[in-house]
Each structure stands twice: as C-alpha cells, then as structure tokens.
C-alpha cells in the first residue's frame, strides 16, 4: 500500500548549523505535502505546506523542497537553535484523501 | 496556546472504567478529527467531523465512541477499554474537511488504560 517514511530515524546536529530532514513518499499522485514539529509533551505544530506546483518554498528560517521525480520531500532547518529540538514528521494528502503521516525523524540539537 | 485545548491533559482508567476527553477549538473552524499517536507509529486516524457531521470512521473499535455536538466542541467517549489503547490522543481542526489546508492540534490528552 502507499505510505509515507523517512530515511533516518534520529539526526544529530550542532547548534548553528543547518540541518535536513528528509522524507520518502510513495503516491505518485500526492499533490499536497506538510511537515510538522513535535516537541515532548506536546501536539504536532504546522511548519510549512508545499502543494506538488511548486518545487520549493521558504518559511522563517525554514525551507521546504519538492523532488517529484524521486517523490522526496526535504524540510531544511537554516541556523538550529536549541528550541528545535523536537520530531518531525512529513504528511501527504492526495485530492480529499485524509492525510498520511510519517513516523518522524527525532532532531536533537548538541550545544 | 495552539488554538485547540485538549482535556484532561492525562488520564488513567481501569478497564472497566468509562471516561471521556474533551477537545475545543478557537479558530472558526468547520472539521475536527480524533488521532490516536503510540510510541513509533505514524498517526492513526479515528474519526472525522465536518460541520458536527461525522465523516468517517477508520474502522475504529465501538469502545471510542465520539460526539460532536457544535463545531467547537468534540469529545471521545471511552468505555471498556483495553491496555494496548494506551497512547496519546490528539484532537486537530481543519478550515474544511478535505480541502488540501494544515490540521491544527491540540497537545493531546495521554492515555494509560490499566
């Protein structure tokens, strides 16, 4: 069946760099695309949406890509502070299909 | 303050016990959804409303019984429950149901059934 994964688990990153979560989905016709934040204790927050129109799009300190050929799905995260710390989970939907989420790769930020 | 409260944040209930969550949204909006999330699982979808009308079921257990009695307000009622419904509950809230815009959710209400 179709599904939405990522390729790493857990990443690791130090304060000020920038780093790339990335996510593989498998629907072909998947025309609208989300990541989103978890932090400990707390519900997933919207980051940014990209509709399959476009290739890329930026967000405050965040930028989101598109590879449709390869149905790769890449959120960048430019600077990382402490406060980025969480799990983040990229979702697909598909026309009015529910949206499908990912398992989420854990981000920990080291000092 | 995400705009959706959830409560009671925690919860234990025996097996036998009934209980019921309570979810509210602030933002005007016309679809609210019930997800369950458990440790390394993607989100499960339950249940879905659209102007306090119920769209979907996800073949969910009749243990989870929800209502939605305005478009503000949904709750999950739970009775007879089982050890492995332990999970995180979170409430979302769409514009429109099935229209391609971000679910907003609640923090989530955890679960512990002994």
């Known amino acids: 069946g179709e599904s939405v994964g990522l390729h790493l688990p857990t990443l690791s990153v130090q304060e000020g760099d920038n780093s790339i979560i990335n996510c593989a989905y498998s629907?072909?016709?998947?025309?609208?695309f989300i990541w989103y934040k978890q932090e400990s204790g707390k519900g997933p927050q919207f980051i940014i949406d990209?509709?399959?129109?476009?290739d890329k799009r930026q967000g405050q300190r965040v930028t989101v890509l598109l590879n449709k050929t390869v149905k790769h799905l890449s959120l960048q995260i430019a600077a990382t502070q402490p406060g980025d710390s969480a799990v983040y989970f990229c979702?697909?939907?598909?026309?009015?299909?529910?949206?499908?989420f990912g398992t989420g790769t854990r981000l920990t930020i080291i000092p | 303050e995400t705009g959706v409260t959830q409560t009671p944040r925690h919860l234990v209930m025996g097996m036998t016990n009934k209980k019921s969550l309570k979810c509210e949204q602030h933002?005007?909006?016309?679809?609210m959804y019930w997800y369950k999330q458990s440790a390394k699982k993607p989100l499960e979808l339950m249940f879905v409303?659209?102007?306090?009308?119920?769209?979907e079921n996800n073949s969910v257990p009749s243990r989870f019984s929800p209502e939605c009695p305005n478009s503000s307000h949904l709750f999950l009622h739970l009775h007879t429950l089982q050890p492995e419904d332990s999970a995180l509950y979170l409430c979302?809230?769409?514009?429109?149901?099935?229209?391609?815009?971000?679910?907003?959710f609640g923090n989530g209400t955890r679960l512990t059934v002994t």
């Open positions: 933002l005007g909006h016309n679809a």
């Open positions: 990209i509709r399959s129109n476009m």
């Open positions: 979702a697909e939907n598909f026309g009015n299909e529910k949206l499908t």
């Open positions: 979302a809230s769409s514009q429109e149901d099935g229209d391609n815009s971000p679910l907003h």
């Open positions: 629907n072909s016709a998947s025309d609208y």
């Open positions: 409303y659209s102007l306090e009308e119920r769209v």
